[in-house]
């Protein structure tokens, strides 16, 4: 058996009240492909952070090669072999593709300034010694024939090989890619599935975060699965994918035993069309349609990073979508501000609930209804939303930033209703919450829609989403993959698959 590179023990980070990652252990054998992986606020973030020196420890250990470097600072953890790539390029645009490989070996530099100006002796071996492994980690992932040209010249794909070549150029002892797959299309994917192998190969020891479960599992020797900063498994992927634990920390419980609540459809409220969405040459949604009728709860799901959020996001009107069309209650709203479209009656309840800490319980209500000029109007939709929300009544001169994560998402859902919404958003309600407040969550949604409010549903919880769904459309890397009716798809093994990957 390999030795183990990479030893955590115990490894905790809290921030104030919150236990961001949880007495974690995790070893990494020397010479592997090791992922780290875990539904959203899983804490894999942190725990990356954590191991690069980003961020401090709260508690625990980790040794790196024998050596405990717990407390040692980011830029010595790099000088004794920790290099890492970020979930977002960051490349120098406007240097050239070797220039941007060179600032990745300042590690292993160390000629004075007088000795750096006059170019001789110790400065003029260095630079040679950095130019030529320079060009050889351009040679490992492709880019040699790319060297003199500006970065930001090179397509998306060919940037992310770029910030590996920056990594491995000091021959890195733990290589740390953070996401290395996201916004890759296929080919892009595979051909990095290769360059991680030939990696390995070469004997470097990777650590992964990665969304795309099939990427993961077709890759990695091993996997730590973490949900609620707590590691709640660690072994193959093959046996990743069939443990109980993680297919419920991925895909979350039934919310209550409720008989299920049929939806009678009326006309098609919402109809998306192709819709394609792209951050800078990043494509985050893969021209998708979908349809919500009036009356129905659809259900939009799938993995971390499948684009369901960036959907909403241009649903409401927060991002500009790159083509396709959106149509609500028969306009075309695609492109119009967010103003104008919460006017037509379109509401997000925003991922993370963004309530308004400093302002009162009823002033974020007040703030739901500021297109509403009659005042008795405002104070009957704040009554009713309050026998709705009793936790809310009892709180309305309270500061929502003084409210629990449960409490401030009746809020944010609160603040949506006072629009009195045609359609209502919700965005991943559940996230974070207790068992208990999510049943409670769950099964005000299914209030809403017995009432007759229509709502579409991203939600990383897919059992209890499904279970409250009419229709749901499952999301895989910005593409629809599967969609049909929410009781079908609740029996459907394929659904596992979508967030898990497949183990070939």
């Not at 010595?76 to 970020?86: E, K, M, S």
């Not at 006017?343 to 925003?350: E, M």
Request: aromatic share 4%.
């Amino acid at each position: 058996m390999n030795d183990i590179l990479l030893d955590l023990a115990g490894v905790t980070r809290r921030y104030a009240g919150l236990v961001a990652v949880d007495a974690v252990d995790m070893q990494v054998f020397s010479g592997g492909i090791h992922a780290l992986i875990g539904p959203n606020g899983a804490g894999k973030t942190t725990l990356f952070n954590l191991i690069s020196g980003v961020t401090p420890v709260s508690a625990g250990q980790i040794v790196l090669g024998g050596a405990d470097i717990t407390r040692l600072g980011a830029h010595r953890r790099a000088r004794l072999g920790v290099a890492r790539t970020f979930q977002n390029i960051r490349i120098f645009g406007a240097m050239t593709v070797l220039e941007n490989v060179l600032t990745g070996l300042h590690t292993k530099l160390s000629a004075n300034l007088l000795q750096v100006v006059a170019h001789f002796g110790r400065a003029r071996r260095e630079e040679s010694d950095a130019l030529a492994r320079a060009h050889a980690a351009l040679a490992l992932v492709g880019l040699e024939a790319a060297a003199n040209l500006p970065a930001a010249s090179l397509s998306y794909g060919d940037q992310r090989r770029l910030e590996i070549a920056r990594a491995m150029a000091p021959a890195p002892k733990l290589l740390l890619l953070d996401e290395p797959a996201a916004g890759m299309n296929p080919a892009e994917t595979e051909a990095l599935a290769g360059l991680v192998r030939s990696l390995s190969g070469l004997g470097t020891t990777v650590l992964l975060v990665e969304h795309d479960m099939g990427f993961v599992m077709g890759l990695a020797d091993d996997v730590t699965v973490l949900n609620f900063g707590r590691r709640i498994f660690s072994g193959r992927p093959a046996a990743a994918r069939e443990d109980p634990t993680v297919v419920e920390a991925y895909l979350g419980h039934a919310s209550a035993p409720a008989a299920r609540v049929e939806a009678r459809a009326g006309a098609k409220l919402l109809t998306v069309t192709g819709l394609e969405i792209s951050y800078g040459r990043t494509p985050a949604v893969k021209g998708i349609d979908l349809t919500v009728a009036e009356g129905q709860v659809v259900c939009l799901i799938g993995a971390n990073g499948a684009g369901k959020t960036t959907t909403m996001r241009a649903l409401s009107g927060l991002i500009r979508p790159l083509r396709g069309r959106i149509a609500f209650a028969g306009q075309d709203i695609t492109g119009q501000p967010a103003h104008r479209i919460a006017a037509a009656g379109l509401c997000q309840v925003p991922e993370g609930r963004q309530v308004f800490p400093d302002l009162t319980v009823a002033e974020n209500l007040a703030l739901g209804a500021a297109l509403v000029t009659d005042r008795a109007e405002i104070l009957r939709r704040q009554t009713a939303l309050l026998a709705r929300f009793p936790r809310l009544a009892e709180r309305q001169s309270q500061l929502a930033g003084l409210l629990s994560g449960g409490e401030q998402q009746m809020l944010a859902m609160a603040r949506a209703l006072m629009g009195a919404p045609r359609l209502l958003l919700l965005d991943e309600p559940s996230m974070g919450l207790a068992p208990l407040l999510i049943q409670e969550i769950f099964r005000i949604i299914a209030d809403l829609k017995r009432e007759g409010t229509t709502i579409l549903l991203v939600e990383q919880n897919a059992q209890a989403a499904l279970e409250v769904a009419d229709h749901a459309y499952v999301l895989e890397t910005g593409k629809i993959v599967l969609h049909g009716p929410a009781a079908d798809l609740a029996r459907d093994k394929r659904i596992v698959a979508a967030y898990l990957g497949t183990s070939g």
